[in-house]
């Protein structure tokens, strides 16, 4: 049943090329540049008339969704909102029925995200779902369902649930901003290649994780790390410090890079180990100037970049890890992979029950 992998969370990281081919199965028209989304309600009319989108899910979902909604804001131009499901409907959240409410679930039965999608389908919104079942209670009181096509997802953690919500989020977004005319055909294809190229370089990833899994014996030994990141790179340490804390029970917190010396700087200490994820190149001197700050203070850290820039950030990292290239936009649905790694193989050399984390169930049926 674990397809000869020693854990269903190890199998369905390396599930995520047919998941990212499956979830863009049908949604490329033939000639290969322009996004067909068969049966989205949204009409095109509603998409011109959206003046505002919300983005709501819990967990795993939720960090999809900062990814997923960033790319929109970016393809689009038009302002995203993000929210976890459990704080939305208690802030009078300003829905109109020109809001696009999206909202992210694996399972489709998580109550707080069921709850936001009635919230704001009470108050006239759209509520189109990002979900792995069709068949749930969010699909079927959505609006309208993007599916992602990752099949069951067994492991607690989510892992091929995230990427395939990226693939289905970026295909939404490109689908929209042809509709908006907010990006030339050539762009929408540049973008669509790039896509199309994913599954393969998770490939590339995934057959060469010894490096990854060295690191992850060294930080086990830790109690406590930091992740840091700009822009998209900080949305992704959001979920890798997850999927960290929940099987490996190792204390982490992601910081947006930037925010470090506004107090957090003074938790740095001799040894504690920083991950760096610096893969977005419109921030990456400034990350680097981030890096120097924690360096300077002790920390021993660890690089996650694209190979061009791995020699000169070795300059003022411990040790740096290569991701292939892509778009800025797409560089999450690559960086996460090693992050996903990094906590199983941490998880394991604890001797954690890697599938089923303590205190967690893998559908959260109560708000
Ligand atoms: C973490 C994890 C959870 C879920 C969250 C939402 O690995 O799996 O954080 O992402 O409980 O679940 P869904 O997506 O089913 O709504």
Redesign the pocket.
């Known amino acids: 049943e674990k397809g000869g992998f020693d854990h269903f969370m190890l199998k369905e990281i390396h599930e995520q090329p047919k998941a990212y081919r499956d979830t863009m199965l049908g949604r490329i028209d033939a000639s290969g540049r322009k996004v067909v989304l068969p049966g989205l309600k949204l009409t095109d009319d509603k998409i011109r008339s959206i003046n505002s989108i919300h983005v709501v899910?819990?967990?795993?979902?939720?960090?999809a969704g900062l990814v997923g909604g960033t790319a929109i804001e970016q393809l689009v131009r038009v302002p995203v909102a993000f929210d976890v499901?459990s704080e939305y409907r208690y802030r009078s959240p300003l829905i109109t029925p020109e809001t696009l409410v999206i909202v992210?679930?694996?399972?489709?039965?998580?109550a707080d995200?069921l709850a936001a999608l009635r919230e704001a389908q009470a108050n006239g919104a759209h509520v189109l779902a990002v979900?792995?079942?069709v068949g749930s209670s969010?699909a079927r009181d959505a609006d309208d369902v993007i599916a992602t096509l990752a099949g069951p997802?067994i492991?607690?953690?989510?892992?091929k649930?995230?990427t395939s919500?990226l693939i289905a989020f970026y295909l939404l977004a490109l689908y929209m901003a042809q509709v908006r005319g907010t990006k030339s055909p050539e762009e929408v294809a540049h973008v669509i290649a790039a896509m199309q190229s994913l599954p393969e370089q998770v490939e590339s990833m995934l057959a060469n994780t010894d490096a990854i899994k060295t690191y992850a014996e060294q930080i086990a030994k830790h109690e406590h790390l930091f992740f840091i990141g700009r822009g998209l790179d900080y949305a992704v340490v959001q979920e890798g410090s997850?999927?960290l804390k929940?099987i490996s029970y190792i204390h982490s917190e992601a910081y947006a890079a930037g925010e470090l010396k506004h107090g957090t700087l003074a938790l740095i200490e001799e040894g504690i180990p920083v991950i760096a994820l610096a893969t977005q190149d419109s921030v990456l001197e400034k990350t680097v100037s981030n890096i120097k700050e924690v360096k300077a203070r002790g920390a021993d850290v660890m690089a996650i970049t694209h190979e061009e820039h791995v020699a000169g950030l070795l300059r003022s990292v411990d040790q740096a890890f290569a991701i292939p290239q892509t778009l800025p936009l797409l560089t999450p649905a690559l960086s996460v992979v090693p992050l996903q790694l990094l906590a199983y193989y941490a998880s394991l050399e604890r001797g954690n029950d890697v599938d089923k984390p303590r205190n967690?169930a893998?559908?959260?049926t109560v708000e």
């Not at 819990?58 to 960090?63: D, P, S, V």
């Not at 992210?104 to 998580?110: A, I, Y």
């Not at 492991?155 to 892992?159: F, I, K, L, Y």
């Open positions: 899910a819990c967990g795993t979902a939720y960090h499901a992210v679930s694996q399972s489709g039965e998580t995200t979900t792995n079942v969010i997802e492991a607690v953690a989510s892992t649930a995230y919500q997850l999927k929940e967690l893998k559908s959260v």
